[in-house]
């Protein structure tokens, strides 16, 4: 992708898996369409790239957290694709966990979805102007959390982005449980351990179970 220069409303395209949300996005921003106009909406990851590739929007606003593929996910890729192109994180988790995770993929911006129009329009703005959007109330705590984060006070593995069932799931693997040892031990399907065990592997920079073994003791996740 080229990137395009907006000479006029930051051009938005709006992902979500669920269309209720997209509309409702939508209508929040038609008062302010001489600020931020809508180019283009996609239901889910898998359909975001082709239309993103299309309008060349100056922000993608999308979902953390959707069906397949995270918002996350997406916005590592945008970023990889075309790191002029910026990328808005909307989520119901106030929660420092995915900020730090979007911080990480690039995200230049994460907003909680009770946000004002008026204030998403603005802050929409000031990420086309350059700078990052963050809730008030979690750049307030990030510092703290941060802090935290690097003494792994929450769960091992944390400062590396691993959720908490990602680290449950790691610490099983460096005791030697196959995928459906790990299946069966935390009565998962096989399709959900291997999503985990992906999401890990990107985390950690690895391509497999060989290499995330000797990272997390490498790293001294597991002590």
Known sequence: M???????????????????????????????????????QAIGVDNAMAVISS?????VLCDVRM??????????TVRER?????????????????????????????????????????QLEHVQGGSTAIDAGLAARAPDTAARLERDEYWPGVRHGLTQRESE????????????GLASKLVIGDETVKSHLRAIYRKLGVSDRTAAVAVALREGIFQ
Not at 55 to 59: K, M, Q, R, W, Y
Not at 169 to 180: E, F, K, P, T, Y
């Open 82 to 122: 075309d790191a002029e192109r910026k990328v808005v994180l909307l989520s119901v988790y106030d929660d420092e966990q995915y900020l730090f995770q979007a911080l990480r993929v690039g995200a230049s911006g994460y907003l909680l979805k009770g946000i004002s129009s008026d204030e998403l329009v603005r």
């Open 67 to 76: 069906q397949g593929a995270s918002g996350l996910d997406l916005c590592r």
């Open 55 to 59: 309008v060349l929007p100056d922000i």
């Open 2 to 40: 080229t990137a395009a220069v907006s000479a006029g409303p930051v051009r938005v395209v709006i992902v979500d898996d669920h269309e209720v949300v997209i509309e409702g996005l939508k209508a929040m921003l038609a008062p302010f369409r001489n600020r931020v106009r809508v180019v283009g």
């Open 169 to 180: 799931i790691l610490s099983l693997v460096v005791a030697g449980l196959s995928n459906r």
